[in-house]
């Protein structure tokens, strides 16, 4: 590479949650297919409390993962106003949990914006049955290995290991099966590779098919344990995978989670020194 690590770790800059990438990239996509050269501009990741977020593309395309709004208690309130979004080009979802997938939510999400749906196979068919009018991409992208451009940006759907059952009437409601969890590489325009892993257990794909074949840069990884990775997983999943940057999430949301960062930044400075801990609270912006 032809920037050293040193170089690379000044270039971050001091101003919380900014970071600097440009220029860092290889020449290639994540799916080791095509050259692309790396151009202007920068992708905006908004982290909206537990599993969800916001990322805006170097071109102004926002995508949603995993937007849960209405009862998320982390979820910024400007976002819970209508159309408090501006505009949502894009929705993927991992899985069909009510902490991830609220039917009420999609509901208005998909009135409002109008956006391209992207889930798994069996969590696709039961949204268009449950909301006729959404546009789901089940034959864009309906299921793990495939990669689709989105306008630009190159969206992976990769594994997770994670229940999947989806709660129409909320957390003591019944549970009804709809499809395999999974996670996402996503490329953006600038060649910037983001690995949201959705919820997930510790897992070997993590080195031979997430790190060593899309080689993210960005690694977003939950460590609240109980549902998912706890902080000591999350962390040997970070020398698994080796991005260069990581934000942790799926914590700090109810009492029986991990509530804060502290342990999971001590481990992933002994297991994978190398890599980055941004650590951003709900509602905060950056910039890579």
């Known amino acids: 590479?032809?920037?050293?690590?040193?170089?690379?770790?000044?270039?971050?800059?001091?101003?919380?949650?900014?970071?600097?990438?440009?220029?860092?990239?290889?020449?290639?996509?994540?799916?080791?297919?095509?050259?692309?050269?790396v151009r202007d501009g920068k992708v905006g990741i908004e982290w909206l409390g537990h599993g969800s977020f916001l990322f805006t593309s170097?071109?102004?395309?926002?995508?949603?993962?995993?937007?849960?709004?209405?009862?998320?208690?982390?979820?910024?309130?400007?976002?819970?106003?209508?159309?408090g979004l501006g505009a949502v080009d894009l929705v993927l979802w991992t899985h069909g949990h009510v902490d991830h997938f609220m039917?009420?939510?999609?509901?208005?999400?998909i009135a409002a914006y109008r956006p391209k749906v992207v889930a798994p196979w069996?969590?696709?068919?039961?949204?268009?049955?449950?909301?006729?009018?959404a546009n789901c991409q089940t034959f864009t992208l309906g299921n793990k290995g495939a990669t689709a451009d989105f306008?630009?940006?190159?969206?992976?759907?990769?594994?997770?290991f994670h229940s999947a059952g989806a709660q129409l009437t909320g957390f003591e409601g019944a549970?009804?099966?709809?499809?395999?969890a999974?996670?996402?590489?996503?490329?953006?325009?600038?060649?910037?590779?983001i690995y949201h892993s959705g919820d997930t257990s510790l897992m070997g794909d993590m080195k031979t098919i997430i790190g060593d074949f899309y080689k993210p840069h960005i690694a977003i990884l939950p460590i609240g344990g109980v549902f998912t990775m706890g902080p000591d997983e999350a962390a040997f999943a970070c020398k698994l995978?080796?991005?260069?940057?990581?934000?942790?999430?799926h914590y700090g949301t109810f009492p029986v989670l991990v509530q804060t960062s502290d342990s999971f930044k001590e481990q992933t400075r002994k297991l994978a020194p190398e890599v980055r801990v941004i650590d951003i609270k709900p509602g905060e912006h950056v910039n890579v």
Request: proline share 6%; charged share 25%.
């Open 1 to 37: 590479m032809g920037v050293s690590r040193r170089e690379f770790f000044m270039g971050l800059g001091a101003t919380i949650g900014m970071v600097g990438l440009q220029g860092f990239f290889e020449q290639n996509t994540a799916h080791a297919v095509e050259k692309t050269s």
């Open 58 to 83: 170097c071109k102004g395309k926002n995508i949603l993962l995993d937007p849960w709004i209405s009862t998320n208690p982390k979820c910024p309130g400007k976002y819970r106003k209508k159309k």
């Open 103 to 109: 039917l009420p939510d999609a509901k208005e999400l």
């Open 122 to 133: 069996e969590l696709s068919f039961f949204i268009k049955t449950e909301i006729p009018g």
């Open 151 to 160: 306008d630009g940006i190159k969206i992976t759907m990769v594994e997770a």
């Open 175 to 180: 549970n009804r099966f709809v499809g395999e």
């Open 182 to 193: 999974v996670g996402y590489i996503m490329e953006f325009e600038n060649g910037l590779r």
């Open 241 to 249: 995978i080796s991005p260069k940057i990581v934000i942790p999430e």
